[in-house]
């Protein structure tokens, strides 16, 4: 069984340029997350997908992130425009219905702002 | 006060000794409990996961709850080089997002 992928697995963007991050869940997973780690910092939680909707958006930093999931499969988040603070990895998680969510992390996609 | 605790180490162990790895959470609510370890440029890698009070094992590792004490470890039997990481502390709150420790760091001496 295939696990999560990212793409692409790193991006080195300047300020103000826009960026588009993939996730591809394990397929069956109608839950998909993703989290960011900046330099220093814990994991942190932005959002969460059940299928096509938006569960959680609490962690969304601002308006500059658009999290997409058409259709309930892959997953994108965009970053326009892009500012030095967003550097970090982010990372896509998955995981079945169930009462216990255990989430299964992809590689991440480290993304550097210049 | 962090939502998760961990000390950031690093811990260092022998080979073949046990290494003890403690978290602690500040929200009563928390239900479900995880360990990931993670290579350094590499994603994390879940290796356990703790829903009631006491111990879980799973080959070398035993993760044990405390509800009560708001308490979660982590014990490595027999800990091997290939057991050097970081391993974080993650609790679940509400079934969905995972709030994380900012790990600690354990390293193997052979």
């Known amino acids: 069984e295939a696990g999560v992928t990212q793409f692409p697995s790193h991006s080195v963007i300047e300020k103000g340029q826009t960026v588009t991050l993939r996730c591809d869940p394990i397929?069956?997973?109608?839950?998909l997350y993703w989290y960011r780690r900046v330099m220093g910092k814990e994991i942190k939680f932005l959002l969460h997908?059940?299928?096509?909707?938006?569960?959680?958006e609490s962690g969304m930093p601002n308006n500059r992130f658009l999290a997409e999931r058409t259709g309930g499969t892959y997953s994108t988040l965009k970053v326009q425009p892009a500012e030095l603070e967003d550097s970090g990895v982010y990372f896509c998680?998955?995981?079945?219905?169930?009462?216990?969510?255990?989430?299964?992390f992809g590689p991440g996609t480290r993304l550097t702002v210049t | 006060q962090k939502e998760v605790e961990q000390n950031s180490g690093p811990l260092s162990v022998p080979e073949g000794a046990i290494a003890s790895l403690n978290c602690t959470y500040s929200?009563?609510?928390?239900?479900?409990f995880f360990w990931y370890r993670q290579y350094s440029g590499k994603s994390p890698e879940l290796i356990m996961s703790?829903?009631?009070?006491g111990d879980k094992e799973d080959g070398r590792f035993t993760a044990q709850l405390n509800k009560a004490s708001q308490y979660v470890s982590l014990l490595i039997r027999d800990s091997q080089p290939s057991d050097s990481a970081t391993y974080l502390c993650?609790?679940?709150?509400?079934?969905?997002?995972?709030?994380f420790g900012a790990g600690t760091i354990l390293r193997v001496k052979s």
């Open positions: 397929s069956g997973h109608d839950n």
């Open positions: 703790i829903y009631s009070n």
């Open positions: 993650a609790v679940n709150k509400y079934g969905n997002k995972l709030v």
């Open positions: 997908f059940v299928k096509e909707s938006k569960q959680d």
């Open positions: 929200d009563r609510v928390s239900q479900s």
């Open positions: 998680a998955s995981s079945l219905q169930g009462q216990y969510y255990e989430q299964y």
